[in-house]
């Protein structure tokens, strides 16, 4: 008896998506470990009442039709992006890359946890003129980010890092590297002041001394980023 096996060949078509995953999943990894970190944040700061913001991948050339269009703010670096309606982060892998390559974990981390500070202005109604606006969501990304996560990988000087960094890569409306910088110290508690639009509204008009994150690229050779002398919670740094 002869047997005779046909063997079916069918061309492999991996969509745009899958295609994004496979080459960027180093990215997609750290996203998932980063958000789940700032999760338990959000819910370890007592007082927060609202949900934390869902956190949603997207390849760049993809389109999010919806509810979001017009309401879609905190636009910056790495094509991340709010929307206050549905309460949800848009991220692009793709785009993080190149960051996560050069300033590692706390990149991603930096890029997540100012889009989750969008997150808390959105849910107690806080809205404030640009620059300011980005400069207070840094302020609030610090005290979600606090001393980092050995674990993750995220420390405060690569953090602080990459803030001065998205300056040069997004735009005149999120303050100078040095501000966002200092924003940022502020939220982890290194230096004395707060996330408040009085605060923030001094620091974007130049009246606070930011000279110590002068420097182009590194955190600060003048801080002390080992201590913690003004510690912060979300609710405590917004005076509410």
């Avoid at 295609?19 to 007082?47: C, M, P, R």
């Amino acid at each position: 008896m002869i047997s005779i096996f046909l063997i079916c060949s069918f061309p492999l078509e991996i969509s745009a998506n899958t295609f994004d995953k496979i080459k960027n999943a180093k990215v997609y990894e750290q996203i998932e470990k980063t958000t789940s970190f700032l999760i338990q944040a959000w819910e370890a700061n007592e007082g927060i009442t609202s949900n934390p913001p869902q956190v949603i991948s997207i390849s760049a050339n993809r389109i999010v039709y919806g509810g979001c269009g017009s309401y879609l703010s905190g636009e910056e670096v790495g094509g991340s992006s709010y929307c206050g309606s549905t309460n949800t982060i848009f991220l692009v892998p793709s785009q993080l890359k190149g960051f996560e390559e050069e300033f590692g974990p706390s990149a991603v981390a930096y890029v997540v946890a100012h889009e989750f500070a969008h997150a808390v202005q959105n849910a107690y109604g806080i809205r404030l003129p640009v620059p300011n606006h980005e400069l207070q969501a840094d302020c609030l990304a610090g005290v979600f980010i606090k001393e980092g996560s050995e674990e993750l990988g995220i420390t405060r000087e690569d953090t602080i890092a990459m803030a001065k960094v998205a300056y040069s890569i997004g735009d005149d409306t999120h303050g100078t590297g040095e501000q966002r910088a200092y924003a940022l110290t502020t939220g982890m508690g290194v230096i004395d002041g707060s996330c408040k639009a009085e605060q923030i509204k001094l620091l974007a008009e130049g009246k606070l001394d930011t000279s110590n994150f002068s420097n182009t690229r590194s955190a600060s050779k003048n801080v002390n980023l080992k201590i913690t002398p003004y510690p912060q919670t979300i609710i405590s740094s917004l005076g509410l």
